[in-house]
């Protein structure tokens, strides 16, 4: 199985994409911008598809995010073992702790984010059509 890093997809108010990113630092969290994530090869497609399917599937609730910022936020070196090469290889489940840290940053932000409780994953390591996500 490929390795990949665990993140959050939140779509955040443009104007805060920095604030947010400054908060998330704090608890050694990163954010990545969909459009310049260093997986993504075709950033603004992928931008475009991530932020219609997350406003879609909420069916009218989250249509003034239509236009906001997709950015994904994953866990830094406190909550991950890393490889001789900076892949992310996780000895075992995130810490709960993670989470908590994670979706108590976002509450702070209230209706000028949007995301789903849930994390999903991104590659770490390249393939042919992904450059993969060197943390370190």
Do not use: K
């Amino acid at each position: 199985m490929q390795a990949r890093h665990l993140v959050a997809t939140v779509l955040v108010e443009p104007s805060l994409v920095a604030d947010l990113e400054l908060r998330v630092m704090t608890d050694d969290l990163w954010l990545w911008p969909v459009r310049t994530a260093p997986v993504v090869v075709d950033g603004e497609r992928m931008e475009f598809q991530l932020r219609r399917r997350l406003v879609e599937q909420r069916r009218g609730a989250w249509d003034d995010a239509a236009t906001w910022t997709p950015v994904w936020i994953g866990f830094g070196d406190a909550w991950h073992e890393f490889g001789p090469d900076g892949s992310a290889r996780p000895t075992g489940p995130l810490p709960w702790a993670a989470h908590q840290r994670l979706w108590h940053a976002l509450a702070e932000f209230g209706s000028l984010v949007r995301y789903r409780r849930r994390l999903g994953g991104i590659p770490t390591e390249p393939t042919e059509h992904w450059p993969g996500l060197h943390l370190r």
